[in-house]
């Protein structure tokens, strides 16, 4: 503690005692600012313009009146006539009571008035229901607290009985072959309308067929009247029908392949490795499973994706998609190997490649050979010597086979030209 600051307080009291007593005005003690090494910040600026009263108008009585009438005004006659009709004494009574306790001029200046895009159109009118601001009144009783759902012999008597009340009474069935039935129900009953009224207002409760409310959003059939042809998935006429769903068209779109040709994909889309990641949240634990997968022809073109859901099924899905839309080619000699020896490092994994003679065959573990098959390679040896991480081993494994030098643009730049002595050699009758 340094002893310069206290005696440089007691020197100022003792002057301004003894400049009292002699009546002399003592000097002000000096003032120490404290140091410091960064620069002084600007004066903000406030994030709104600053609106002054006159400007809105508001602050004679007559402007408060008047802006009072435009945007509050009182019940007509007419108006209140036709409420009137609607709601009887006491309820219009308790309505006049309201209207007389709140002040037009209080909401002027104390409430505020949304000016946003996104108000509501109106203030007091709550007959009106906006999808996008209120919520969608629930205008039927819940379920019993005591019921089932149906077995599978109720819900086969509950569909026995419904196509029983679809079929018309004034029509006689017998003697009729099947086309004459199946035109005359095509003409009488609307099997679409039925079909959607069974699956969306029909009850799945034993002993209980008063409808209930839902949390499931209504469907569309695909015949409804008034409906049909509005709503087209995209299918393509050259997939000759292998896509009428239009489950293929975006990846098509993206990849270029045709419908054929991502379904001969799919044979050959495995996946290689699958884990559980699990994410810490304000919420807890939240474990999603994570899947890496490769895509490959088996003709030179590999491709490899990897994807995280909560759902096992989705984030397989994503993978293979990926994997698909990743493919790219893979350089290969006389269609079956590589080009000398290639090595690839990931993390602590490291992955050496080399090629070898016709008929050796695929000498590597499961995920690599399962990579070599998938690209079109038949005969390679593949090492680890070091680490062998599953996700790290095939990511390098992919890396090494991207990363070959082609011989062919090695000799144009030096300069050379490539032959193939063997296939001069032998006339060209080489494995």
């Given at each position: ?29 000096r003032c120490h600012a404290s140091f410091h090494s960064s620069a002084q910040l600007a004066k ?283 493919m790219r080619p893979i350089p290969r000699y006389e269609d079956r190997t590589i080009f000398g ?7 602590a994994t490291i992955v050496k490649l080399d090629s070898r003679p016709p008929g050796f065959g ?70």
């Amino acid at each position: 503690m340094s002893v310069a600051r206290p005696a440089r307080c007691l020197l100022s009291r003792g002057l301004a005692a003894t400049g009292s007593k002699s009546g002399i005005a003592a000097p002000a003690p000096r003032c120490h600012a404290s140091f410091h090494s960064s620069a002084q910040l600007a004066k903000r600026k406030p994030r709104f313009k600053s609106i002054r009263a006159q400007e809105l108008g508001l602050v004679t009585p007559e402007k408060i009146e008047e802006f009072s009438k435009e945007n509050f005004p009182q019940y007509t006659p007419e108006e209140l006539e036709v409420l009137r009709q609607r709601y009887t004494p006491e309820q219009m009574a308790a309505l006049e009571a309201g209207e007389a306790a709140i002040d037009p001029k209080d909401l002027t200046i104390q409430g505020r008035i949304r000016r946003d895009p996104y108000r509501p159109p109106y203030l007091d009118d709550f007959s009106r229901i906006l999808p996008i601001v209120d919520k969608q009144p629930k205008t039927l009783p819940p379920p019993p607290e005591k019921v089932r759902f149906m077995t599978e012999e109720e819900h086969a008597n509950d569909l026995e009985k419904l196509i029983e009340e679809l079929m018309p009474k004034d029509v006689n069935f017998e003697g009729m072959t099947e086309e004459q039935i199946e035109k005359v129900l095509n003409e009488k009953v609307n099997f679409d309308v039925a079909e959607a009224k069974y699956f969306e207002e029909r009850s799945t409760l034993a002993n209980h067929d008063a409808p209930s409310n839902s949390a499931l959003a209504p469907g569309l059939g695909k015949n409804l009247r008034g409906v049909t042809g509005l709503y087209k998935t995209p299918v393509d006429p050259e997939d000759n029908g292998l896509d009428n769903e239009g489950v293929y068209q975006e990846l098509k779109r993206k990849s270029g392949l045709s419908v054929r040709d991502i379904l001969l994909l799919k044979r050959t889309t495995k996946v290689l490795v699958t884990r559980f990641v699990t994410n810490q949240t304000r919420l807890g634990k939240i474990q999603r499973m994570w899947v890496l997968a490769i895509a490959g022809n088996q003709n030179g073109c590999l491709g490899i994706g990897e994807a995280k859901s909560i759902e096992p099924s989705v984030a397989t899905a994503k993978a293979k998609y990926l994997a698909t839309l990743n493919m790219r080619p893979i350089p290969r000699y006389e269609d079956r190997t590589i080009f000398g020896s290639v090595e690839a490092k990931v993390g602590a994994t490291i992955v050496k490649l080399d090629s070898r003679p016709p008929g050796f065959g695929l000498r590597a573990s499961a995920r690599l050979f399962e990579i070599f098959r998938a690209a079109g390679i038949r005969d390679i040896a593949a090492k680890m010597p070091r680490g062998r991480n599953p996700m790290n081993s095939v990511k390098a494994c992919v890396q090494a086979l991207m990363s070959q030098r082609d011989p062919n643009e090695i000799a144009i730049g030096r300069g050379k030209k490539l032959v193939d002595v063997r296939k001069v050699y032998y006339g060209g009758n080489v494995l």
